[in-house]
């Protein structure tokens, strides 16, 4: 009797240890499924992009507050004619199907409409400043993501779980929270000269973006991404070209020159280079709504590169957005969405694994497998 007494008062112990284990073994399986390599590696490319969006955007505003340049369409072609030299040209020397000619006979009228798409989607939101306010351009942008995700489902046949319409709309709450702190840090002071037709240029612009990256997802998965850079390259720079002729020759003709002036062109150039460069390399191993969400951090490294360089008043809810849109990206990434085949294709049901966020996907896979094994 006396060797029992003492087992009745501990008995709920077990118990207790049972569900503090199963707590923590919940915790470990959500660490090992959000910070994995692959979705840490992703975070990081999506944050390098958002700092080549950042540095266009920091040499925009300098070129236009400091100097009263304002020429997007000249900036945009000098972009398109580095994309011209470098992947263009690497075309023109491939032979077999990769060739320059050969893709021009069979795809150009499609490059054609995929440069123009991209030529007026950057033109439209820069424009847009002109006659709307910060805020909408910052909120109405963000209308690209529900427009890439519907394109992505019948063009791509892509897939979405709850959790990526989830992470989706806590990325657009962390974006309000930026535009309810720029309206408390006085950011919000330029009303516009008609926000009607502002609005109407950021909701066209933020539509052509989408179509283009569905278009650069498709071509990087499917075909290579030196045929993409490449035909950007080459029909950017013909439109653009064509367009600041019509549309810029006066601004051009008005720029004072000057060394710092150039310079600032050159950073431009290389920040936006960059950022074509890289982002077809993300969107292969994510895709390129998973892209458009890491980006939506490039306004918030502006806005703190600002508060050095043009006096912007500080707010904590920037570090709340930043916080509020990591957290979105990072549960969008956790989950690897399907890819659904098309009707006529042969291919059984159990290959319908999509290619979109692959290196996640594999990582998934290769830890069922270890613990399978365990």
Not at 85 to 110: C, E, H, P, Q
Request: net charge negative; aromatic share 12%.
């Amino acid at each position: 009797m006396e060797a029992d007494s003492p087992a009745s008062p501990g008995a709920p112990e077990p118990l207790a240890e049972g569900a503090g284990g199963e707590f923590y073994s919940l915790l470990c399986r959500i660490k090992g499924k959000l910070f994995t390599w692959n979705i840490l590696k992703t975070i990081a490319l999506g944050q390098m992009l958002s700092l080549c969006i950042c540095g266009t955007a920091i040499t925009s505003q300098y070129l236009a507050e400091r100097y009263k340049v304002n020429t997007p369409m000249l900036q945009s072609f000098i972009n398109y004619c580095l994309l011209f030299l470098i992947y263009t040209m690497m075309l023109a020397f491939r032979s077999g199907s990769d060739n320059l000619l050969v893709i021009l006979k069979r795809k150009w009228w499609k490059y054609i409409l995929l440069g123009l798409a991209d030529v007026e989607a950057n033109y439209m939101i820069v424009r847009a400043y002109q006659y709307t306010t910060l805020t909408s351009v910052q909120l109405l942008d963000c209308f690209g993501i529900p427009v890439l995700m519907a394109l992505s489902w019948f063009i791509l046949y892509a897939r979405y779980r709850v959790i990526h319409f989830v992470a989706v709309a806590v990325c657009l709450l962390g974006v309000g929270t930026m535009v309810g702190a720029d309206i408390l840090a006085g950011r919000e002071d330029n009303s516009g000269s008609d926000v009607l037709i502002g609005d109407i240029l950021v909701l066209l612009g933020a539509s052509l973006y989408a179509i283009s990256n569905v278009c650069e997802e498709y071509i990087v998965k499917k075909l290579s991404r030196q045929e993409f850079l490449g035909m950007v390259g080459l029909f950017g720079t013909i439109i653009s070209g064509i367009q600041l002729l019509i549309v810029e020759y006066k601004d051009i003709a008005s720029i004072h020159w000057d060394w710092k002036i150039a310079l600032l062109f050159v950073a431009f150039a290389l920040c936006m280079f960059c950022l074509y460069s890289f982002m077809p390399l993300v969107i292969k191993v994510t895709s390129a709504t998973s892209v458009n969400l890491g980006i939506l951090t490039a306004d918030l490294y502006s806005l703190f590169v600002g508060l050095f360089l043009f006096g912007y008043k500080f707010s904590g809810l920037y570090i709340l957005s930043f916080t509020v849109i990591m957290v979105g990206f990072i549960l969008y990434c956790s989950t690897p969405t399907r890819t659904a085949e098309p009707a006529e294709s042969s291919v059984p049901p159990v290959t319908s694994i999509g290619i979109d966020n692959l290196g996640m996907k594999l990582e998934e896979n290769l830890q069922e497998t270890h613990s399978a094994v365990l």
